[in-house]
Structure formats: structure tokens, C-alpha cells
């Protein structure tokens, strides 16, 4: 979903996109089709259910001096001891130390470690409509992503490690994981009986 920091006109949102691509899938699985179609969808399904709860994912910032918009904080340039643009750093913030590491045992240790420390969330996580589920990663992107220290441009960024900022995207990005996984549970739960 495109929005504007400068008012510059927003491009229409396209389909197929990530909310029609849930929706097929998840009609696949709770129908009567074929278990190797089914099994495709599944692994559609996981994957685009945790994309959808990552704020980058479901949104790009346009502006005059990029109208065709930022691909989702892909142009947005950092630099110091962070990931080099936007995008990477968010997909990064769970666990910023794994990135394809050979030894995948640090990274399934700190999948563990960060799983003990999320919080169980309430309701929310029994919303099953794909759209409310990027609106809260749309919302989050304009409140919480593109906030100082990233500014209208595509720049060359800081993030300080332990900053409020990178502190805010952990804090955020935890809750969006808890959250996906409870929905995603919920979902199987629903379209798998």
C-alpha cells in the first residue's frame, strides 16, 4: 500500500497482491482440492502470513524524488552497524545476528530464546481478515518505521544499535511475531478441521 510523506499522487495498489494471494490460498485449504494443491497453498500461506505482519512488507513510501515508490524501505540507505538499507534492517530486527549463518543452531537457539519472551496476545489475535491485518502493518510502517531517524528521503541512514528507535522495532517487530503465529495457528486450526 502506497502512501505519501509529500503529497505526491499514489500509484493504484495492484493484483494480485499479498491480501488476494492469502485469500486463495487459504479457500484452497479448506476445500476439497487435491492434498498436493493443498500442500503448495500451505507453504504459500506460512510464508505470506509472516510477511503480511512485517511493516515493510505491505507498504511503500512515494515521494517526488521517488514516485514509483521506496520498494518497501529496499531504497532507503543505511549505514553504520545495521543492514545496509531499510527493509533488511526490519526483516533482520528479531534476529539480527542469524543471517544465513552456517552453524544454524545460534539461530534456532535464538529463535527459542526470543519465543520465551513473547507476551500472548488477546483478541487481536482471532482477527482472521487478511485487509485488518494489513492496515495494522500499514499503520505501523507510517508510525513506527518512518520515523526520525529516517526522514523523507532515500538518504544514508543511522540506526544506533539499542537507540529508541531500534529498541521500538524489536518491541514492535515481537509483538507482529507473536501475533502472526497466533493467527496463523488459528487459521490451520480453522480451515484444516
Given at each position: 500500500?502506497?502512501?505519501?510523506?509529500?503529497?505526491?499522487?499514489?500509484?493504484?495498489?495492484?493484483?494480485?497482491?499479498?491480501?488476494?494471494?492469502?485469500?486463495?490460498?487459504?479457500?484452497?485449504?479448506?476445500?476439497?482440492?487435491?492434498?498436493?494443491?493443498?500442500?503448495?497453498?500451505?507453504?504459500?500461506?506460512?510464508?505470506?502470513?509472516?510477511?503480511?505482519?512485517?511493516?515493510?512488507?505491505?507498504?511503500?513510501?512515494?515521494?517526488?524524488?521517488?514516485?514509483?515508490?521506496?520498494?518497501?524501505?529496499?531504497?532507503?540507505?543505511?549505514?553504520?552497524?545495521v543492514s545496509m538499507n531499510l527493509h533488511s534492517h526490519w526483516d533482520d530486527v528479531p534476529g539480527f545476528d542469524c543471517n544465513f549463518c552456517k552453524d544454524k543452531t545460534r539461530c534456532i537457539d535464538r529463535a527459542v530464546v526470543f519465543s520465551k519472551q513473547l507476551k500472548t496476545p488477546t483478541k487481536e489475535v482471532h482477527k482472521t481478515d487478511t485487509a485488518a491485518w494489513i492496515q495494522e502493518s500499514f499503520a505501523a510502517s507510517r508510525t513506527m518505521v518512518y520515523r526520525s531517524p529516517i526522514y523523507g528521503g532515500n538518504g544514508r541512514y543511522t540506526i544506533v544499535p539499542q537507540s529508541p528507535y531500534d529498541l521500538a522495532a524489536y518491541k514492535l517487530a515481537q509483538k507482529r511475531i507473536a501475533v502472526a503465529g497466533y493467527r496463523l495457528a488459528d487459521l490451520l486450526n480453522h480451515e484444516l478441521k
Open positions: 500500500m502506497p502512501f505519501s510523506t509529500d503529497h505526491t499522487a499514489l500509484p493504484p495498489v495492484l493484483a494480485p497482491n499479498i491480501q488476494t494471494e492469502i485469500v486463495a490460498f487459504r479457500e484452497v485449504l479448506g476445500s476439497a482440492e487435491p492434498d498436493e494443491l493443498k500442500s503448495y497453498d500451505l507453504v504459500w500461506l506460512l510464508h505470506l502470513i509472516g510477511d503480511v505482519h512485517q511493516p515493510l512488507h505491505v507498504t511503500t513510501r512515494i515521494t517526488r524524488a521517488a514516485p514509483k515508490g521506496d520498494a518497501g524501505g529496499n531504497s532507503v540507505k543505511l549505514f553504520g552497524d
